[in-house]
C-alpha cells in the first residue's frame, strides 16, 4: 500500500513549538520532493515548505525564520519544526511526497502522494 502518515499536530499556545513527522510507506523507494501544505478553514491549500532529495529548501514567506523542514532520503521521512507559532498558522497540515516512486504489477509508478493530514491549532 502507498501512503504517508502523519503524526504531531495538537493545540499550542501562540509562541509555543510543534514538530509535525511525516513517513512513507515502505513501498515507496525514492521520492524528488518533500514538503508540508496547509489548509486552513474557507482557504486554499497552500505550501508551507519543501525539500529536493538533493538539499535544496523552499519556504511561504509567512513561515521563513520560524519554520524548518528537513528529511532523510534513506528513510523517505521529513519533519517541519515550527516555532514561535501564531494563531494564523492554525490549519490541516499536509504532507506531500511529489516524484514518488514505488512498483506494482503493472511495473514502475511515479506520482505525487498525499498524507491524510494532521490539524495544527495555535490559540492566541
Known amino acids: 500500500q502507498v501512503q504517508l502518515v502523519e503524526s504531531g499536530g495538537g493545540l499550542v499556545l501562540a509562541g509555543g513549538s510543534l514538530r509535525l513527522s511525516c513517513a512513507a510507506s515502505?513501498?515507496?523507494?525514492?521520492?524528488?520532493?518533500m514538503g508540508w501544505y496547509r489548509q486552513a478553514p474557507g482557504k486554499q491549500r497552500e505550501l508551507v515548505a519543501t525539500?529536493?532529495?538533493?538539499?535544496?529548501?523552499n519556504y511561504a514567506d509567512s513561515v521563513k525564520g520560524r519554520f524548518t523542514i528537513s528529511r532523510d532520503n534513506a528513510k523517505n521521512t521529513v519533519v517541519l519544526q515550527m516555532n514561535s507559532l501564531k494563531p494564523e498558522d492554525t490549519a490541516v497540515y499536509y504532507c506531500?511526497?511529489?516524484?514518488?516512486?514505488?512498483?506494482?504489477?503493472?511495473?514502475?509508478?511515479?506520482?505525487?502522494?498525499w498524507g491524510q493530514g494532521t490539524q495544527v491549532t495555535v490559540s492566541s
Open positions: 525539500m529536493r532529495n538533493g538539499g535544496s529548501t
Open positions: 506531500n511526497a511529489d516524484g514518488a516512486r514505488w512498483a506494482d504489477g503493472a511495473g514502475l509508478r511515479i506520482s505525487s502522494v
Open positions: 515502505r513501498t515507496i523507494f525514492s521520492i524528488n520532493v
